[in-house]
Each structure stands twice: as C-alpha cells, then as structure tokens.
C-alpha cells in the first residue's frame, strides 16, 4: 500500500521554506456509491503555486469541491489558516477567503464583464445588498469600488477594452479569463483554478500567466491551486507540483522532476510505455 504521510506541496514556491500552510488536506477520504474517490489524501499547500495534476478520474476536481465546501468527505479533515472548514457552506469557505474557478465558466450570460467580475466581491460587502438596492452611500461608495477593481482586473487580463460588453459575446477562453478575474476579487487567500487554460490559445494562456503572476506577486501569502492538463503550463508557473494517482497523492516536487518520476510516467501513460516497450 501506498505511504500517506503529509506530502508538502508548494515549498519553493517563496524564498522561505518555513513559511505556514495556507491549505491541509489531512487523511482525506470520498466515496461514490462505493467508488472510491480519494483515499488517504494529505497534502500541505504553502504560498505560491501549486499544480495538482493526474490523468483523468484521479480524483482532482474532486479535492477542490472538498475545500471550497460543496462535497464533505468521508474522513479527513480540511483546514484552512488551521481552521477547519469540513460542513462549511460553500459561501462561508468563501468568505473566509477561498476563490474557486470551474472547467466550465459560470458566468451570468446577459450580464456585462464587469458587472460579472463584480459577482465574485462578496467577501468585501460590507453594508449588504438591502443597502445598495435603497441607495445608502456608504453602500454606493463599496460598489463603485468594486467596480473599480473589477475593471482594474480586466485589464491585467487583457480585457480592458471592453468591460461593458456582455459576456456571452466574448469567446470562451475570454470567459474563462472574467471568470479567474471574478475569483480574484474576492482577494483570496486560497485560490483554486480548475483547468484554467483548456480551450484556451496560445495569446490567452500568455495573458493569463502574466495576470497570475502579476496578481501573486503583490500577494506573496496566498497561495494558488492548479489543476490542469497543459504540464507545460505547469512547469512554467508552478514550482511544485502533487500527483493524484486513483485518489492517492503518488509523488510532488518540481515538475520537471515529477514528470520524469517511472510511477509518475506509468500513471499517465501505461507500464509499457514507462518500460520503454
């Protein structure tokens, strides 16, 4: 059986290795209808990137429906700053600052851009929607705000220009980009990207690193979980990466490294092809 001792995800990912644990997945377990899931996943993400990667159905997406609260586990627990967010509702993980993406946007269609990047502040809603819909200034004052950076955000993604514009008029990897921009305006302190750049050029994924990076940067205790498909865009953001391998973490590290490991090219590509068969 495969060892489950705490696999520490995201070491290099800033100058100091002793830097806390943003997000702990401890000893988790999720079942459907007697398939199992995940088994036994612990993993410690520190600030930076993080890339979570595996082939198909080896439980990635379902690791973050863990911790953004909308599955509970099994066994485990999840904690967050070390608090614990296992029953949470998905809008209380948020609030404590967890930002999520989805392999499909979930954008409001007939709204503009802006106006959906604007749907993700709602850990910055101070006086509540009552007091925006009577027009109470202190209320007025959060959402010009918040206007304000949704656009700001925009624009680090490249899609400045047109902010008005509804989003069902934008191609789908702009969409996919309002949605990574509606996720930061939350300022989260964990921010979970679910195949961000599938379906996306080559100009796209460039303005999406550049955002993220750009974004990081000023932000150097948050950390970002990658799933994704694209290794090369993992090894180009990511200086760690962890391997979920059939609901088990396999192997992590940097990337390049990991993508070399024998189990790590078995588990993608079959035994014949890791013995040079």
């Known amino acids: 059986m495969m060892s489950t001792e705490t696999v520490d995800a995201g070491d290099t990912a800033t100058p100091s290795r002793e830097a806390r644990a943003v997000v702990e997945f401890e000893g988790i377990d999720k079942s459907f209808g007697g398939n199992s899931v995940l088994e036994g996943v612990n993993l410690a993400v520190r600030p930076g990137f993080t890339g979570l990667i595996g082939p198909n159905g080896a439980g990635k997406t379902t690791c973050l429906n863990v911790v953004s609260g909308y599955l509970r586990p099994d066994a485990g627990d999840v904690r967050l700053g070390g608090q614990s967010v296992i029953g949470m509702r998905p809008d209380k993980v948020a609030r404590l600052g967890v930002s999520r993406t989805f392999q499909t946007p979930r954008l409001i269609p007939n709204l503009s851009a802006v106006e959906n990047v604007m749907v993700g502040g709602g850990r910055h809603h101070r006086h509540g929607h009552i007091a925006e819909l009577f027009g109470v200034p202190a209320a007025r004052r959060d959402e010009k705000d918040q206007r304000a950076r949704a656009r700001e955000l925009l624009g680090i993604f490249g899609l400045g220009e047109h902010p008005d514009r509804a989003a069902n008029a934008f191609p789908i990897g702009s969409q996919k980009i309002i949605e990574v921009a509606r996720a930061l305006l939350n300022d989260p302190l964990l921010l979970l990207l679910d195949e961000p750049a599938a379906g996306l050029g080559a100009e796209d994924v460039d303005r999406l690193v550049e955002g993220l990076n750009g974004w990081l940067a000023e932000r150097p205790e ?9 290794l090369e865009l993992i090894t180009r953001l990511c200086p760690t990466a962890a391997v979920l391998h059939f609901g088990r973490i396999i192997q992590n590290g940097p990337p390049a490294d990991v993508l070399r490991d024998p189990v790590v090219v ?4 079959g035994a014949d092809v890791a013995a040079g068969d």
């Open 222 to 230: 948050a950390a970002v979980m990658i799933i994704e498909h694209d």
């Open 266 to 269: 078995e588990a993608y590509l």
